[in-house]
């Protein structure tokens, strides 16, 4: 399987001519989409998902389907039996993919604002999504997609939560907030400068691919 990065907090995977994209949203190039099998989206936000830009691919490809919760199923109201809801605990194949759904809700911004829901998706065993909350799986991750960084969140608590999952290794993702000096200091905190995790992050750039 290949993993690559489209911005922000969109990766792509690969295995042979299947093809896998979560969390296509408004930082993503829209060309991530071409090709693909299915689409899995974690949450309403715009960073995750533009609803006219995943119709649009709908509409362009009658062989891709969208997998997510409720409450972005209802954005894409008309698309019919092409988007597929589902929640925690749900095990599905996907694009020749095996796929397990894990959390529920987004991590809280503020006690005064609502948490919207949010799903974490576990493919092939190997790589797990959180999207934007600290979803620890119930099984062993191999590698853990890592957001970075987010309204959301402190990078102790980044820390903390690669600790908790204890995965192989680890990728940033959710970090086209930050520019490279704010990615130095991150990566260095979760790194040689910081106070130690069990498991080794990484970074690719738009575009990279690294093989799991």
């Known amino acids: 399987m290949e993993l690559t990065k489209h911005g922000h907090a969109c990766v792509v995977l690969t295995d042979g001519d299947r093809r896998l994209v979560i969390d296509p949203g408004a930082f993503t190039d829209p060309a991530a989409l071409e090709g693909a099998g299915a689409v899995l989206v974690t949450h309403e936000h715009a960073d995750h998902v533009v609803p006219d830009r995943l119709r649009a691919a709908l ?53 005064d604002l609502p948490r919207v829901a949010n799903i974490g998706f576990l493919v092939d065993g190997l790589v797990f999504h959180p999207g934007d909350a600290f979803t620890v799986p119930e099984v062993p ?46 990566h260095g905190l979760l790194g040689e400068r910081g106070p130690g995790t069990p498991t080794p992050i990484g970074r690719l750039a738009p575009g990279e691919t690294v093989e799991l």
């Open 59 to 111: 509409e362009g490809n009658p062989g891709l389907e969208v997998w997510t919760n409720r409450s972005v199923a209802a954005l894409l109201e008309g698309a019919g039996d092409r988007v597929h809801v589902v929640g925690h605990g749900d095990a599905i194949t996907v694009a020749g993919f095996d796929v397990r759904v894990h959390g529920e809700l987004h991590a809280e911004i503020h006690p």
């Open 141 to 186: 991750v191999a590698t853990l997609l890592l957001p970075l960084q987010a309204p959301w969140s402190r990078t102790a608590d980044v820390i903390d939560y690669v600790r908790e999952v204890h995965a192989d290794q680890a990728f940033a993702v959710h970090d086209g907030l930050l520019n490279d000096t704010g990615l130095g200091v991150v």
